[in-house]
Structure formats: C-alpha cells, structure tokens
C-alpha cells in the first residue's frame, strides 16, 4: 500500500512563507510526476505546480516566481517553498504522485491535505 503525507502548512501574514513536505510511503517501486493542487472554498481544485524525475518543473501561471517545487528521490518526497504569500492564497493543499508499486501497478495518489491560511 502507498501512502502520500502532507505537512507544513499553517497560518502566515501576507508575505511571509511556508515549505510544505510530501512524502510518500510503501511499497513502492517509482515515482512518476509529484505535484501540487489546492482547493480553496467554493472552488474546484486548481494545479500549482508540478516535478518530474528528471526534476523539470511546471507552474500554473499565477504561481510562478514565487512558489518553487523541489524533490528529493532519496526521501521519497516532494517540497514547495511559497513565498510572498498572499490572502487569495488560502486553500487546502494537497499533493499527488504517479507511483508504479512493487507489483508494477500504476496508480495516482493523493495526499490527505493541509491547510494554508494567509491572513493578519
């Protein structure tokens, strides 16, 4: 069984930081594409950014310079360093990865979740 973890949201002031961590866990043979989605209320889930293993990155348009996703496939585990955070940034962040497990079974988890809040 695969497992993907989030960690490292919070509560930040406008312009402040936050790096949240996903790791992954289980029986698993590959890491595909990891990303990262959010979903504020009201919304529908929407892509920040995503990393492939050969590290190229994409970034929706809106979060682009200021966020930076980053593996490390020796951890199992995928970052995203926010900075200049802004209110309209509030949502729940989850991650995601492509992971072909020891049976060679391909499947697309997702994290639990976690909150980011920017507010004063």
């Known amino acids: 069984q695969v497992q993907l973890v989030e960690s490292g949201g919070g509560l930040v002031q406008p312009g402040g930081s936050l790096r949240l961590s996903c790791a992954a866990s289980?029986?698993?043979?590959?890491?595909?594409?990891m990303g990262w989605y959010r979903q504020a209320p009201d919304k529908q889930r929407e892509l920040v950014a995503t990393?492939?293993?050969?590290?190229?990155?994409n970034y929706a348009d809106s979060m682009r310079g200021r966020f930076t996703i980053s593996r490390d496939n020796t951890k199992n585990t995928a970052y995203l360093q926010m900075n200049s955070l802004k209110p309209e940034d509030t949502a729940v962040y989850y991650c995601n990865a492509g992971i072909s497990d020891l049976r060679h079974q391909f499947n697309q988890y997702w994290g639990q979740g976690t909150q980011v809040t920017v507010s004063s």
């Open positions: 990393i492939n293993s050969d590290d190229r990155t």
């Open positions: 289980g029986n698993i043979s590959r890491i595909f594409v």
